[in-house]
Structure formats: C-alpha cells, structure tokens
C-alpha cells in the first residue's frame, strides 16, 4: 500500500505542452506512472511524449477519462483557473506544482474543492512519489534517479521543503530502510493538503509504520500534528525535524509559509508542542535515518 | 509579504467607502502645514513607517497650531526609525472619538479561510485583550464562496456587546473591509483602532495593510517595488537582484542582504542556497562553523544557468565577503550542471579572488563537479564543488579552511564589463539576452564544440559554421535555454568566438560606486 498514488492512478497532465510540463511528463511515464492524457487549451491534437493533448478538462475526460488525478505545471497565475477547472470536471485529486500562486486563489480553490469533495496538494509542490510505484509531479527530477533514491520501505514522509524531502528520504533509502509514500505538501503559507492531513492518511495506510516529517516555522501545521497525537488520531511514531531555527521574525528566507507572524508558528512553539505530544524531534535531519531505525528496532 | 504605509492602507480603505479621518501626507515642513491649515485644527502628525507602536516611541504628535505643526514636521522627517529613514509625514484631522473599537482579518492556515476578528475595546496587542476581556471579542471564520455580509458583520460585533443603531454602520464597515481585503489581495488588514466618534461615525483611524506577495502583480496601483518580505525599505542592490527575477520566470530567485555594508572583519560570506529548506539548512552549517552571513540568496525552481549566473554576479558585487558558500538540500531534482556553468561564467568573468565551497548534489551532480572543477581550476583561488553524500557541515568546514588558507582576504568587487560586440558577429536573441558568434574565427576552429555542447538542438553547422537551427521566434521564446554550455565550450575547446551577454540593469553602474568607496 502507499497514499494518495499508485501504479494505477490515472493522470492528466494540465500545462502539458509547457516547458516544465513536457520535462515532467517524461519523468512520470519513465516511472510507471499511468499519464492518461494532457491539457493545453488551444493545442488539442497535438502529442506530447505519446500522450494525447486535448484543449480542455472536460474533451479529455470525454475521451479519456475518468481520471484520478491531475498534475498542473500552468504558470501561477493561470493555476485558479486550471485547478477550478479540474475540480469541475469531476477531478478528486490534484497536484498544484507553481510557485508564487496568489493565496487568494487558493482559498478560493480550496472552497471549490471541498464543496466538491476533491483535495489538492500545493501549491508550490515538487510532488508525491510512492516508490517503485508512481510519481506525480517531478520528485526525483528524472526517472533513474528515482529509481536510484528512494526505495519501497515502512517510512512515510511528509514535508515543506521540496529538496529536504528528496534529502530525507535518500537518507533513509541509504540507510537501508525504504518509503511507503514522499509527499511534499508545499512551500506555502496555505497549502491544500498540510502536514495533519497527510498524517492522517499515512496513519490509515498498512505500509506505514514510521512518519519522518519535515516541519519549518511559520503556519499551524505542526502544532496541529501534536494535537492529532494528543487525541489520539496519530499512534504511529513520528520523527520531525523543524528547520529555520535562527531565522528572524517576519524576514522570509524562502518559502512564502516559512514565516512567523506575530506568536504564530515559531520555532520553540513547534519543537514544544510535538515533544509534549510524544514524538521525537531531532536536531539534525541527517539524524533522522539513525532516530527511524531506532523506533523500528533496527 | 509587501506592507503598505498607513496613508497607502487609508487610501485603499476609502476607495471601498470606509470613513477615513480628512488629511494628506506631506515630505516637507511647509508640506505639512498647508495640509494642517487647510483641514483645521486639532491635527495628528504620524510618522509613516512599517512598525506598530509608534504612539509609545513617540512617533505620533498632536497638534493645536501652525507652529506646533512645523516643530514636529521637523522633528519627524528625516528621524532614524530602526532600519528606516522617516521621508514621510501623515497629517490628519483630530477627531473627537467616543470608543475606540478593533477589527482585523487574517487568514486561517488551518481552514484557508480569512477570520474577522473583532474587539468592542481597541488598543494593541488584541490576544492580550482577548485574554482579560473574552466577552470583548469575537471571531469568525468567512466563507470564502460567499464573503462577509453586514448581518454577519453585525452579529460578531453584537457578541462583543455593541447595541443600537452604530451596529448598522459597524457591520457595513467591516463588510467594505472585507471585500478591500480580498479584493486586493492582503494576507491581512487591521484598522486599531477603528473609533466610534461623538457624531456616531465609524472611521478607521489607523489601518494596516499587508499584501500577499503573489497577488501584489495584480495591483501595479501600489508602486511595491518588491513584493518580497522585508523587514525595511530594500537596497539599492536588492532592487538590482528583484529586477532580476521579476523579469525571468524561469526558477526563483530571492536576494536579501543581511547586513548593508559588509564589515572589513573576515567573517562574512557570500551565501548561495538552493531549495527553501535546503538553503536554511546549509545557512546554519555556516553559522555553526562561526560565519556570518552576508546576504541570504536561493536560487531554485529549475533556474536557467543564466538566472544563477545573474545571482552570482550579484553576491560578488559585495565587498569584504571572504568566501563564497552554494548548497541546498544536496538531493536536488533539478539539472544541477545548469547551476554549474552559471557559477562558470560568474566566477570567470569576474576571476574571483576568494575561495568558493559549492555543494550541488542532486541530479547530474557528478557532471555538475566535474564542470566546476575543469573550468574553474586556474582561478585565483580555490573552488571546490561537493555532492548529495558530502554534509552542508563538512562543506562548511571546508570554506572555513580554504578561507583560513586565503588569510580571510576580503573580496574587492571588480568592474562589470559587458560583451561588447564588433557589430560582424552573428547574433542569437535568447529571453534574457544575447549569443554573439565571431564566425570570422569559427573559421580556424575544427572542433566545432558548441554544437556538440548544445543539448537542446538550437544550433547546428551551416557551411561550417554554428547557427540557428530552430526558428528565431522559438530561440527567443525560451527553446535556448541559456544553459551557457556553447560559450563555455568554446572558451576552453574551441576559439573564443562565442559571447553570451545577460544584461544586469544596475549593477555596472553599483558597481562603479562600491569600487570607488573600496579605493577611499
């Protein structure tokens, strides 16, 4: 088992003829992951590394579909419109890979989807991948590196930095252990599917018996993770690490989410709350390989 | 996120028809009191600045006359105030206020839905108020689908204990609040306090914007020169480096500098992340090995070879760094030789006088080091290039030795100089720039590497020399990529005949001026 993707998942592709779209539609099929077809409004017809372009949501759909999930590499300002689009054609999950997605959008995405009961990941995403399975996004960059990097294993992993989630989860593939699912659930201060959600779905999946969580300051996400283990939702070990430790207050030093706005979201806050909560938080993300090993009594 | 000055938050906030106090900002003394005598006393006299508490600094005057008016404005302008200068002064009329209410909108992470919250006590620090007075505050979360009507308006502010007819004109106000905010993209906005006044007026007294930095292009109205959280007003290099990335979309790049002008102390570097996590990451494998920082820069996103070469020129346009320092999460889905040649062509053309560590693992790692490490091996210091399995603290530990060895010599910036062309060359317009080829001396070259360099199939021999073979609309679009690898191998494979220039507005002439501080 795994979350959210697996080698059966149907996907299409939004923004396929772009430049980053073609790249990455390249690296999901060289992985295995089933890319039904693609969008690029005003290029139906065309043919992108063998999968069919159509110009909208719903001709693909018509012709291809159903589809579980859709990849959009549109630009950020463009992402509303995709991802609404998505979600009315009968989309349930999506990854919004852009940066610089205005929040504003988002809210508004994720008021239409839940209306609608679908779920989104991003924005600002590299992606999910459940190794030896499918990826959706461009985690690994090209598929021998995937291939190479991660490995089927017992470790969920969620995080908010793209990079320290391919840094993690090559650790642990080193170490000799393996990923059940590598979600990065995005750089932003709003994201569709955040660290709690994704805990409880790796909670629920069988594979899963260790998460590693990459937590940064900034947002809720992480406090309310300790919540879900104070109430019981998460029973599954956690080892977290919280990056931006002596980052200033209200400077952003990259991602959008990675900022404490008055109490909110500071580092002490989140290494409290999750230590109080019972999970383990350790100083270093090199060390979190050796802190899973531990708990799995390896 | 980019802030807005009180009197651009009020301007805003009367647009929707929220009842501002009569008033206008002014840059000089006699500015001021023509607006002071035109409006009438009483006046307030507020200094225009991005920080909260300005009463309790002493940052807000009240005035009865002319005089008053003229000692202030003079006090006021031209006042350090933390990180800024204060060039502009708010002049408002006094009004007479029977209670001082708060309303502000955030917006929840945990819902995605913007919260009103709303205080019948005004003041500052409103979880402190909500803490003593709980039967003083309400919240409500807002459906985003529907927005803020009146009558809910009137509700939250009816559980903070509000009776009688201003609850009309509390619930309208907040309603014209909201929609400012979501019509303008803020991340927040608060008006503390919104008063009540003794003529039964609901009028925002002060106000505080913050827009979402990704909305801020929808607004060109602001002027935000840089929609990028900043703590103060940004650098005349910080400007240079936003230019930068607001014109090539391609990846990201943030550019913020810690300290304005770099210390002659050897301790300070240049540092380059990767990645948001990646790069705080690496930024604290720095600092634990006893460096400061002197900007923080992430290029990430995928960035064009040019778009990090762009950074680099940008980071060395500061004087005194002693090192140079590149890393992010060192397991990077990008193509990492992009990063590579665009350190190539930085560090070449400004043959770097300091050593450089540069971490870039990830994908094509192995031919990312080796490109480092054949091009950039006759500089005048060392660079080295590291991968996935090297630690940011081994790295970082390797800088501090390789700056030791350099005896901590600060950098001393150099001119930019720009190709510049004969005007025979055969020209290529990329996004961003130019490829110049001098076809005169591809004649004597037998190799023809930068055909075999390009990767993306743009240029070919036609009679034996390099050029097109796309169309010229489709090279500039962006089907060259600016990988750099058809200069870079015809500088050290072929003639020389290659030149790409990737103009950087600003910085020749930034340039100039710090290298003519570095000779006083």
């Known amino acids: 088992m795994s979350i959210l993707i697996d080698e059966n998942t149907r996907v299409l592709v939004q923004g396929i003829t772009g430049r980053e779209g073609r790249t990455r539609t390249r690296l999901m099929k060289e992985y295995g992951t089933k890319v039904i077809a693609g969008v690029t409004p005003g290029k139906g017809g065309q043919d992108v590394e063998g999968v069919p372009v159509f110009d909208t949501v719903f001709e693909a759909w018509e012709k291809m579909g159903p589809f579980d999930a859709s990849c959009i590499f549109v630009p950020a300002p463009l992402v509303k419109e995709a991802a609404l689009e998505a979600i009315e054609a009968g989309i349930k999950l999506l990854l919004l890979v852009p940066d610089r997605v205005p929040i504003h959008d988002v809210l508004e995405i994720h008021a239409y989807a839940k209306q609608k009961g679908a779920r989104f990941i991003g924005p600002n995403t590299l992606g999910v991948l459940s190794p030896q399975k499918a990826v959706l996004g461009m985690i690994g960059g090209r598929a021998q590196s995937a291939r190479e990097w991660f490995k089927p294993g017992p470790v969920g992993v969620s995080s908010r930095s793209g990079g320290i989630t391919s840094a993690i989860s090559y650790y642990i593939s080193k170490a000799g252990l393996g990923e059940s699912t590598i979600v990065h659930v995005g750089g932003d201060a709003v994201v569709g599917m955040p660290h709690p959600e994704i805990m409880k779905l790796f909670e629920k999946d069988p594979q899963t018996e260790v998460i590693a969580m990459f937590g940064e300051i900034g947002t809720t996400q992480e406090e309310r993770v300790a919540e879900l283990i104070k109430k019981g939702e998460l029973t599954k070990p956690l080892v977290a690490f919280i990056g931006g430790k002596a980052a200033q207050k209200g400077t952003r030093f990259s991602h959008a989410g990675a900022i404490v706005e008055g109490n909110r979201g500071s580092w002490e806050s989140k290494v409290n709350a999750l230590r109080e909560a019972g999970a383990i938080v350790v100083d270093k993300i090199t060390d979190i390989p050796e802190a899973v090993k531990r708990v799995l009594g390896k | ?520």
């Not at chain 2, 309208?172 to 039964?200: F, Q, V």
């Open chain 2, 1 to 520: 996120m980019a802030k807005l000055f009180e009197y651009q938050s009020k301007e805003i906030l009367k647009k929707y028809g929220v009842k501002i106090p009569e008033g206008g900002i002014a840059k000089t003394k006699q500015e001021a009191v023509d607006i002071a005598e035109k409006i009438g006393y009483p006046v307030v006299i507020k200094v225009q600045i991005w920080e909260t508490g300005r009463k309790g600094k002493g940052g807000i005057a009240f005035c009865e006359d002319a005089k008053c008016v003229e000692e202030y404005a003079e006090k006021f302008l031209g006042m350090e105030w933390g990180q800024f200068t204060v060039d502009t002064i708010l002049i408002e009329k006094k009004l007479s206020i029977k209670q001082e209410l708060f309303a502000g909108f955030i917006i929840d992470d945990a819902t995605a839905e913007p919260v009103l919250i709303f205080s019948s006590i005004g003041g500052s620090g409103i979880e402190e108020i909500a803490n003593a007075h709980p039967d003083k505050v309400a919240k409500m979360h807002i459906d985003y689908t529907r927005g803020l009507y009146s009558y809910q308006a009137r509700e939250v502010a009816r559980k903070t204990g509000i009776k009688g007819k201003i609850l009309n004109k509390i619930g309208t106000t907040l309603a014209k609040l909201y929609k400012a905010m979501k019509e303008y993209d803020a991340r927040s906005l608060e008006t503390n306090p919104l008063g009540i006044t003794e003529d039964g007026d609901v009028v925002a007294l002060d106000a505080h914007i913050v827009i979402d930095d990704y909305g801020a292009f929808r607004h060109p109205d602001l002027g935000i020169e840089i929609a990028r959280e900043f703590p103060r007003p940004a650098t005349e290099l910080e400007k240079i480096a936003w230019n930068v990335e607001k014109n090539d979309y391609r990846g990201t790049f943030y550019f913020i500098q810690m300290v304005k002008d770099v210390p002659d102390d050897g301790t300070h570097i240049g540092f380059h992340g990767a990645g948001g996590g990646g790069s705080m990451m690496s930024m604290d494998a720095v600092l634990n090995a006893g460096f400061k920082i002197a900007n923080f820069t992430d290029t990430s996103g995928n960035p064009p070879a040019s778009k990090v070469y762009r950074a680099a020129k940008i980071i060395l346009s500061q004087p005194n760094i002693v090192g140079y320092f590149a890393s992010g999460s060192g397991v990077a889905s990008q193509e990492q030789f992009h990063s590579a040649r665009g350190f190539v062509k930085a560090f070449l053309e400004d043959n770097i006088d300091i050593p450089a560590v540069l971490r870039l693992g990830g994908n094509y790692e192995e031919k990312a080091v080796e490109i480092l490490h054949t091009y950039l091996k006759d500089l005048p210091c060392k660079v080295e290039g590291y991968k996935k399995d090297d630690s940011p603290d081994f790295c970082a530990d390797r800088l501090k030795k390789l700056v030791e060895e350099n005896g901590r010599k600060p950098h001393k910036v150099v001119p930019h100089k720009a190709y510049e062309p004969k005007g025979t060359e055969y020209v290529i317009e990329t996004m961003t720039g130019h490829i110049y080829i001098d076809h005169a001396l591809c004649e004597k070259c037998e190799e023809k590497p930068c055909v075999d360099a390009c990767q993306y199939d743009v240029i070919e021999l036609k009679d034996g020399k390099p050029m097109l073979k796309i169309d010229k609309e489709d090279a500039k679009k962006g089907k060259c990529t600016e990988c750099l690898a058809c200069e870079i191998a015809c500088k050290f494979h072929g003639e020389g005949a290659i030149h790409i220039d990737l103009p950087i507005p600003g910085l020749k002439e930034y340039r100039e001026k710090i290298i003519e501080k570095q000779g006083g």
